[in-house]
């Protein structure tokens, strides 16, 4: 229990103990001042962390923070796994990719919550993509919504929108699932019955969903319209994170983008091309914020900053240890 609630309880009870005045009763200033006096004590005590260090709550508790339905389906996510893989888990909060990923999400989260340079219309719709496909773009996509769900402020719904190759599911070590794809076709009515609650405080995954030809239709359609609007607007304080297809790989992730408040694409230190990244950026032209990480780098690339427009530009690398293997190995 935090020093603000223990203050509060003990406001309470002195309040049924008779000591605090009703309407009709006379004040006792001799212990008022007493529980007031205790609650401004807690309030000035009461650490003010960006990010809660708690590791993870019961499936229950997580899904009422993350605002998703109790009747929603319980995944675990084996957090011991992710670490093995490099990746951010809220039980490693100090790690080093959790430090890059704190770097990485500010900016964004400014912009989320309209804070930003400029007001960002659906600033809470974020999607990750690339120009390529194995440049990253899942394994930050996951690290991103994992650092987001640290928040004390916010939660986070991760949605794998890469139809054509989901891995989400597969990176956290899940079956496949029902998703949003079958929400678009009309096979499931209720976008929440999808939704998976997870034993990550704050955390909730929009898996895929079922393999469709039409993919690309069926996200420029009315349908997905309502559904990003209904997403954005409905919890205030959610971040929705998509792991979305490259940029030159379909047209998929193109259209999708023209919904996004913010874009941010993941380019291979070493590989991907100047040509590949204008020419991928020339495609999402009317997303108002696009930004840049820079993945895979060594030591030489820590550091390097790329702006484009008004949007913001940041890159990170991790550097010659054990976790750069995890890194780029991790799903496309």
């Known amino acids: 229990m935090s020093l603000i609630e223990k203050a509060v309880e003990r406001l309470d009870m002195i309040k049924r103990a008779g000591a605090v005045p009703g309407p009709e009763e006379g004040a006792r200033p001799d212990v008022v001042p007493q529980a007031a006096e205790a609650l401004e004590v807690a309030v000035e005590r009461e650490p003010a962390h960006e990010e809660r260090s708690t590791?993870?709550?019961?499936?229950?508790?997580?899904?009422?923070?993350a605002g998703v339905p109790l009747s929603?389906?319980?995944?675990v996510v084996d957090l011991a796994r992710l670490e093995r893989m490099g990746m951010v888990t809220p039980t490693l909060p100090r790690s080093m990719i959790a430090e890059e990923y704190r770097v990485i999400k500010r900016p964004l989260i400014r912009n989320a919550e309209g804070r930003g340079a400029a007001a960002v219309e659906n600033g809470n719709l974020i999607m990750i993509t690339s120009a390529l496909?194995?440049?990253?773009?899942s394994f930050t996509a996951i690290n991103l919504a994992m650092s987001i769900a640290m928040e004390l402020d916010h939660t986070v719904l991760l949605v794998d929108a890469d139809f054509s190759r989901p891995s989400v599911?597969?990176?956290?070590?899940?079956?496949?699932?029902?998703?949003?794809?079958?929400?678009?076709?009309?096979?499931?009515?209720?976008?929440?019955?999808?939704?998976?609650?997870?034993?990550?405080?704050?955390?909730?995954?929009?898996?895929?969903?079922m393999t469709q030809p039409h993919a690309t239709e069926l996200i420029a359609s009315d349908a997905m319209n309502r559904m990003l609007e209904e997403m954005a607007a409905r919890y205030a304080e959610r971040i929705i994170v998509f792991d979305s297809p490259p940029l030159l790989a379909t047209t998929e992730a193109r259209v999708l983008a023209n919904h996004m408040g913010q874009v941010v694409m993941v380019?291979?230190?070493?590989?991907t091309s100047h040509g590949a990244v204008r020419q991928a950026l020339s495609t999402i032209e009317s997303c108002p914020v696009k930004s840049l990480v820079l993945n895979k780098a060594q030591d030489g690339?820590?550091?390097k900053l790329y702006g484009y427009g008004y949007g913001y530009g940041y890159g990170y690398g991790y550097g010659a240890d054990s976790r750069s293997d995890s890194g780029s190995a991790a799903p496309g």
């Not at 590791?55 to 009422?64: C, F, K, N, V």
């Not at 380019?267 to 590989?271: G, I, L, P, Q, S």
């Open 169 to 209: 599911l597969k990176a956290l070590g899940l079956p496949p699932e029902k998703g949003l794809m079958d929400v678009l076709v009309g096979d499931v009515h209720d976008l929440s019955k999808v939704i998976l609650r997870t034993n990550v405080e704050k955390l909730a995954i929009l898996p895929a969903g």
């Open 133 to 137: 496909p194995g440049e990253g773009k």
């Open 301 to 303: 690339g820590r550091g």
């Open 267 to 271: 380019v291979e230190a070493d590989r």
């Open 72 to 75: 929603a389906r319980s995944v």
């Open 55 to 65: 590791p993870s709550r019961s499936i229950e508790d997580a899904g009422a923070h």
